[in-house]
């Protein structure tokens, strides 16, 4: 007798847009966690976490996009100076999103790592 059929596996996150929609549901919850603990950040609800979290995945894009060309720049930011980047798109997209408040730049940096680091334990959690 032949041994049963293997059930075959389907990987989600192997599909880009399915990748991207779970990186932007972890940023969303990110900012939203950021935003009830971190001092001088205010974000009005969900909602507006995620509209944030679109606006900031917009502007990484044409940011890395445009700078990702020049080679001298790509490795003047790699490192401290990404996080530096990063902060500027948080507080350039606290700008544009209605219900979200940056109190200042140094606030802006702190936001950003802290995104970086709840998005982080989230994905780390989901072992995404």
């Known amino acids: 007798m032949p041994a049963p059929a293997a059930t075959p596996t389907v990987n989600l996150l192997a599909d880009p847009v399915v990748r991207g ?5 972890t940023s969303t919850v990110s ?3 950021v935003g009830l603990f971190a ?33 001298f ?3 003047l930011l790699a490192g401290p100076g990404s996080i530096v ?11 544009l999103v209605k219900d979200v408040e940056v109190s200042g730049c ?10 970086t ?3 982080g334990l989230i994905r780390f959690g989901l072992r995404l």
């Not at 929609?21 to 549901?25: A, K, P, Q, S």
């Not at 980047?85 to 700008?95: Q, S």
């Not at 140094?106 to 995104?115: D, E, N, R, S, Y």
């Open 73 to 75: 720049m790509t490795v």
């Open 31 to 33: 900012i939203f966690v």
């Open 39 to 71: 001092p001088g950040i205010k974000v009005g609800g969900l909602r507006q976490a995620f509209v944030f979290a679109l606006t900031m995945a917009f502007l990484n894009a044409l940011f890395w996009h445009f700078l990702s060309n020049e080679s």
């Open 117 to 119: 680091f709840v998005n």
């Open 106 to 115: 140094i606030t802006a940096l702190i936001a950003a790592i802290g995104v």
């Open 85 to 95: 980047g990063n902060a500027i798109l948080f507080w350039l997209a606290a700008k």
């Open 21 to 25: 929609l779970v990186h932007l549901g």
